[in-house]
Nanobody, 124 residues
Framework: QVQLVESGGGLVQAGDSLRLSCATSALTFSRYSMAWFRQAPGKEREFVATYRRIDGYTYYADSVKGRFTISRENAKNTLYLQMNSLKPEDTAVYYC?????????????????WGQGTQVTVSS
């Protein structure tokens, strides 16, 4: 059974950093493109960043570009999201997700597998 398990969330102050991790199991990790999404209270789930499996190309939402970095470690079957210069508007539950297409995908509907999420709260 495929599992994606996020960790690393927490309560921080504006300007701080956090690194989220997404450990996967029963997934041929190198064959999947991975992404981070987030969902704030009362809002729809939104795309944050993705890492394309075929060439390592990364793509970010404008709201996080220059502050967040997505990376992966195939040997550990783990995806990361380094978040710097955090803002209160980054407060959300963060989810990792996987899909097997070779393309960049920003729609949540494309993704086959999801984690349970980790809470990130940024205070002002």
């Amino acid at each position: 059974q495929v599992q994606l398990v996020e960790s690393g969330g927490g309560l921080v102050q504006a300007g701080d950093s956090l690194r989220l991790s997404c450990a996967t199991s029963a997934l041929t990790f190198s064959r999947y493109s991975m992404a981070w999404f987030r969902q704030a209270p009362g809002k729809e789930r939104e795309f944050v960043a993705t890492y394309r499996r075929i060439d390592g190309y990364t793509y970010y939402a404008d709201s996080v570009k220059g502050r967040f970095t997505i990376s992966r470690e195939n040997a550990k079957n783990t995806l990361y999201l380094q978040m710097n210069s955090l803002k209160p508007e980054d407060t959300a539950v963060y989810y990792c997700a996987a899909h097997s297409r070779p393309s960049i995908e920003i729609s949540s509907m494309t993704y086959n597998y999801w984690g349970q999420g980790t809470q990130v709260t940024v205070s002002s």
